[in-house]
């Protein structure tokens, strides 16, 4: 089953329509496409907009105010272009898509044809002048209320909304959303100084709403970096409380651990001293403060982009300490040291396989570069070594790609395959 997107704008309202389509050929939302293909194509117009072009071209009066009898109110009449901010085709960044006018009308449109377990976020441009930046002119869809807001630490860049695009078979990202009736853990703001990375670190502690010191068997316990962004985008307190009261997973403390922009690339770029610091000072503080588990098994690090890589290098490095790696969209085609791409598949390839257990997924729109690997196919690439050495993986490709709504709805999926 694929699915019809098109974009719709009438005046400065905009729409989402999809729709479902049957085709002679079947892709299944499990089947792996081949390296190169995209999976989202073109395609001229979808049944409705050559449905209405039919309709106006045969003389009826009613066809565009039926067309647009689910928008609120009509847009502004000096709409001179409008282009749509999506990852739809197979580019580096986001570059405008223009969308075309059916003339006479207040209609603009464009149409692809994707998979129907499609997630991403997409805004609009509308009077885009050369050499205007389209990023700062986004505007939302006015008429989808489908939208997050994606903050970054420190206020910079600004915060930005996007509108959802949300094909009908999408994961479900639900487990988010604070639910009434569900009990609330606490967040707790801490800062370690440490002697290792000579500074002061920032990091959250997530405690269930059962929580207990006097426990006899200690807390689950989860490390996540980028913990800024984890509150933010993944809203992992809400998602950890859902989880718990559902039985989906056992009550588990999490320790979100903050990597600003300053040190996030020395933290998370496979760096010896980070492990350290993480072994050597916030661990034992973590087990002196919390009542938290002991055993590597019961213990799992995660992240997303470097952060779901460099979650794989300490457990590679002390798998004593940690059992379970959580790594979502993880920059495995990166390299250091003597290795120009893939440092960590070389690296788990030449070492004795450890009790290590992974939940790894890439987007399928992450399958563009502008130098070596895609991150798909590195990611790909870091699975094949685990699986050949014998490891246990849970690998997903996703309908989505490089941003925090596609995590949203993966991470406790992550989590559910590796807390069980």
Not at 386 to 412: A, C, I
Request: with cysteine.
């Amino acid at each position: 089953m694929l699915t019809a997107l098109t974009i719709l704008v009438f005046g400065l309202a905009v729409g989402l329509m999809i729709q479902e389509c049957m085709h002679s050929r079947t892709i299944l939302a499990q089947s792996t496409p081949s390296i190169d293909a995209w999976p989202i194509q073109p395609v001229q117009k979808s049944p409705s907009i050559a449905e209405l072009e039919n309709q106006l071209q045969l003389g009826a009066s009613h066809a565009l105010d039926d067309f647009w009898r689910h928008a609120a109110t009509r847009g502004a009449p000096n709409t001179q272009n409008v282009a749509l901010l999506a990852p739809l085709v197979k580019a580096p960044g986001l570059s405008p898509l223009p969308l075309t006018h059916i003339t006479s009308t207040d209609v603009w449109y464009s149409s692809w044809e994707m998979r129907n377990d499609f997630r991403f976020t997409y805004r609009f441009v509308v009077n885009l002048k050369p050499g205007e930046d389209p990023q700062r002119l986004a505007k939302l869809d006015l008429l989808n209320s489908h939208r997050m807001d994606v903050a970054f630490e420190g206020g910079q860049p600004a915060p930005a909304k996007f509108s959802i695009a949300a094909m009908p078979h999408a994961i479900e990202d639900g487990w988010s959303i604070t639910r009434l009736g569900v009990p609330s853990g606490e967040l707790e703001s801490h800062v370690l100084k440490s002697a290792i990375l000579a500074n002061e670190r920032r990091f959250w502690i997530y405690t269930p709403a059962s929580y207990s010191a006097k426990s006899p068997e200690g807390y689950r316990l989860l490390l996540l970096f980028d913990g800024f962004a984890y509150q933010q985008w993944i809203a992992v307190a809400a998602t950890l409380d859902n989880l718990i009261d559902a039985s989906k997973i056992p009550p588990i403390v999490a320790a979100l651990i903050d990597n600003p922009v300053e040190s996030r690339t020395s933290d998370l770029g496979y760096n010896s001293a980070f492990v350290s610091f993480l072994a050597g000072e916030l661990l034992p503080w973590l087990r002196t403060h919390f009542n938290v588990t002991h055993d590597a098994q019961k213990t799992v690090v995660g992240g997303y982009s470097m952060g779901g890589a460099a979650a794989a290098f300490p457990a590679l490095r002390r798998p004593d300490l940690i059992g379970n790696v959580l790594s979502q969209s993880g920059s495995y085609w990166e390299g250091h040291q003597d290795a120009k791409w893939e440092f960590l598949a070389e690296q788990y390839a030449n070492s004795p396989k450890l009790q290590l257990r992974f939940f790894v997924e890439a987007g399928l729109l992450e399958n563009v570069s502008k130098e070596g690997p895609t991150l798909l196919n590195a990611n790909r690439h870091f699975v094949q070594v685990l699986r050949s050495k014998g490891y246990r993986v849970d690998y997903e490709e996703v309908g989505g790609t490089h941003e925090p709504v596609h995590w949203r709805s993966t991470f406790p999926e992550g989590l559910m395959a590796l807390i069980k």
